[in-house]
């Protein structure tokens, strides 16, 4: 069982390249979504999609653009890298649960993607 | 987005203690996950509540929903070298499809 399989593991970047990271999911979730790990700061949201063809932002969602276009795969694009964009990033998907006013869905992730950016 | 603030931030006891983790937030939450995360590996969901006052148990750990559903803690009962990790809160936003995460616990047991 694959799971959510994130590629690269590690990426090293110059300012402004641009680069996307691959997301795929074989679990036929609905929901899939993109967070960065930073020291001290948890993990932060930074696009989301309910569905394909279906895509929003989350809390940092800044310089990254996301696309749907098939259920299994979710990937992030950096547009223009920016060293305040070196971070761990997670991708993670989820059946939807949406129960009344929230999501309690499983969310399952990626083993990461660390991303240094020069 | 609400924000959900974890305390202590690092915690580093003994083989053997016990310890408990917070949870909080000024909103009211529809429900709360903990997640577990070791290192170069992503998180993984130990429990889910949805009840005011709700208590899950799992092994050693317990897990308290508050009466109000504002705050939630983590109480680990004999901690082992296993259970190091780091431990995070999440929440879902009203009215949306975004899990927002605390800050987490840096939990570290020593043998």
């Known amino acids: 069982n694959a799971g959510v399989t994130q590629t690269p593991k590690f990426q090293v970047l110059k300012t402004g390249q641009s680069m996307t990271l691959q997301c795929a999911q074989d679990?036929?979730?609905?929901?899939m979504s993109w967070y960065r790990q930073d020291p001290g700061m948890g993990l932060r949201l930074i696009h989301y999609s309910v569905g394909a063809g279906i895509t929003d932002q989350g809390e940092v969602p800044n310089g990254y653009n996301v696309s749907r276009s098939t259920t299994e795969d979710f990937p992030l694009r950096l547009l223009s890298a920016a060293p305040s964009q070196t971070s761990v990033y997670f991708c993670a998907s989820s059946y939807s649960l949406r129960v009344r006013t929230g999501f309690t869905g499983e969310l399952f992730f990626g083993e990461g993607s660390r991303l240094t950016v020069l | 987005t609400q924000l959900l603030e974890q305390s202590p931030q690092f915690l580093s006891i003994q083989e053997g203690e016990n310890l408990t983790v917070y949870c909080n937030s000024s909103?009211?939450?529809?429900?709360l996950q903990w997640y577990r995360q070791e290192p170069g590996e992503g998180p993984v969901l130990l429990v889910t509540?949805?009840?005011?006052?709700e208590v899950k148990k799992l092994k050693r750990l317990t897990f308290q929903f508050g009466d109000a559903r504002k705050d939630s803690s983590l109480h680990i009962t004999a901690a082992q070298p296993g259970d190091t990790g780091l431990y995070l809160c999440?929440?879902?936003?009203?009215?949306?499809?975004?899990?927002?995460f605390g800050t987490g616990t840096r939990l570290t047991i020593i043998p």
């Open positions: 509540v949805v009840t005011g006052g």
């Open positions: 679990m036929n979730h609905e929901y």
């Open positions: 909103s009211v939450f529809s429900s």
């Open positions: 999440a929440a879902p936003n009203f009215g949306n499809e975004k899990l927002t």
